[in-house]
């Protein structure tokens, strides 16, 4: 599992991929629900001309929650519940692609842009004829429609039925198109999707990585995940709205050709045209991102391999050990600590190999009994590692570190001893100087009388009578 910094990223190969799916499609319904009344409002404002229904997103929803009720914001919702297959499809190529890119580039960046770009296009294959369908559906209201067909009304003009408007829609799509009808805007859909998801999941992980250096070591990873997503997904909704906006209008209104609706579009709306519906999509993409980044993260630790869950547990011990070293160089840490794991099972699989390689289980067990019975008139407990590996080395390292203070104590109270016999010899020493100074100066006085004396005696006897 690779580290940035201290985001985990967890690989395909990590997990358990029956619980992955289980999960993923919960996950992906339950992000559905959530952002399918904006991912209407945006189409309805994509399609229609300048402002005729409605001056916005939030003006949109009042509308539609005014004339249809909660139901109106889920219109064609049990038909595009059926881009659920091509969710897993999605996740199943974008991993699958990260695990081949790695082959040629360890480059986080590298890796999310091209299996982002590949997932897509899987995915859109799937998804296309869905959207045509549910995008019709989504059009419609009461009394009247916004695109190319409509469905039947009942006998009482209470509006659309409320079954049968699927194979409505499909019927007259088939009338009109035939079954090229359904991939009507496949082109524009890669053009959207593709970048869309190539761009989304690299800027993801560059905000991830930006915002992990700017906060605190302890900020939980959840953060980054949080603000980062809704950030990738703006970024790549500005940037791919223009053509998601040519999209839906070559899908609903039946164009044929994206340039046309380009200058169209350009011609009846301006350049402001291709950004029709971008708060929509930005509103709804900012929960979704948040779930799906937060989720999928979550579901690939739910999902993770039980041998490597205990792994991560580990290793999170091993960092705890080194935290220094961990906030300095994560990715160094990680390289030491898969060493040491490689080095320490293959010594395992080598001692097991020469055991069952000479088939003398028996004669093993005995020196294993031996080694028990010695040990029997020993008090001391014999050392067994806990599995904690910070207490460990410090069961290990504690006695011999106390036994070395000892031993520095002993040395240090000996010098001293020395130390303060040395400075008695030395006090003994000043005084006998001393006592040598005033002994030489009083001789040195006597001497000098004595010179005195002996000056005059000879001043005297040298004098004439």
């Not at 199943?92 to 982002?116: C, H, I, M, P």
């Not at 009942?154 to 991939?183: C, H, M």
Request: include cysteine; proline fraction near 4%.
């Amino acid at each position: 599992m690779e580290d940035k910094r201290n985001i985990q990223i967890i690989e395909w190969e990590h997990l358990d991929k029956k619980k992955f799916y289980v999960f993923g499609v919960a996950m992906t319904m339950m992000i559905r629900v959530s952002v399918y009344p904006f991912t209407l409002i945006r189409t309805r404002l994509q399609v229609q001309k300048g402002k005729s229904l409605y001056h916005g997103t939030f003006d949109a929803f009042i509308k539609i929650l005014r004339a249809d009720g909660v139901t109106g914001l889920y219109r064609g919702f049990l038909v595009n519940t059926f881009t659920l297959i091509s969710g897993q499809c999605y996740v199943t190529t974008y991993e699958l692609t990260r695990k081949f890119v790695a082959d040629y580039s360890q480059s986080n960046t590298v890796k999310s842009l091209v299996a982002g770009g590949s997932a897509s296009l899987v995915a859109q294959s799937i998804t296309v004829p869905i959207d045509v369908v549910s995008q019709h559906l989504m059009m419609q209201r009461k009394g009247e429609r916004m695109g190319r067909f409509q469905v039947r009304g009942s006998p009482e003009g209470r509006g659309v039925v409320a079954f049968g408007q699927t194979k409505d829609i499909i019927r007259q799509i088939l009338r009109a198109d035939g079954l090229r009808g359904f991939y009507r805007g496949y082109v524009a859909s890669l053009l959207t999707y593709i970048p869309n998801s190539a761009v989304w999941w690299p800027f993801y992980h560059f905000y991830a990585e930006q915002i992990s250096y700017l906060c605190p070591k302890e900020c939980p990873h959840i953060v980054f995940q949080a603000v980062s997503g809704p950030l990738a997904a703006a970024t790549a909704s500005v940037l791919t709205n223009p053509m998601d906006v040519i999209r839906t209008r070559v899908q609903v209104e039946g164009k044929s050709s994206i340039i046309l609706t380009f200058r169209q579009l350009m011609a009846e709306e301006g350049p402001w045209g291709l950004m029709k519906g971008l708060s929509a999509r930005i509103i709804s993409a900012t929960p979704s991102s948040i779930v799906i980044v937060v989720g999928y993260e979550s579901l690939k630790k739910l999902s993770l391999r039980p041998e490597l869950v205990d792994s991560r547990h580990c290793y999170q011990r091993f960092t705890d050990c080194y935290k220094r070293l961990y906030q300095l160089q994560p990715e160094m840490t990680q390289r030491i600590y898969d060493k040491f794991i490689t080095q320490l099972q293959t010594s395992v699989r080598e001692e097991i190999s020469e055991i069952k390689a000479e088939g003398n289980l028996e004669a093993v067990l005995n020196a294993l009994d031996k080694i028990v019975e010695d040990r029997k008139d020993q008090e001391e407990p014999a050392w067994r590692p806990s599995g904690n590996p910070e207490a460990d080395l410090r069961s290990a390292l504690v006695p011999y570190f106390r036994q070395q203070r000892d031993a520095l104590q002993r040395h240090v109270r000996k010098q001293e001893a020395e130390n303060r016999r040395l400075a008695e010899a030395v006090v003994a020493g000043r005084q006998q100087v001393q006592e040598l100074q005033r002994r030489g100066q009083a001789r040195q006085q006597a001497w000098q009388a004595l010179h005195r004396e002996q000056k005059e005696l000879v001043a005297v006897l040298g004098e004439p009578e």
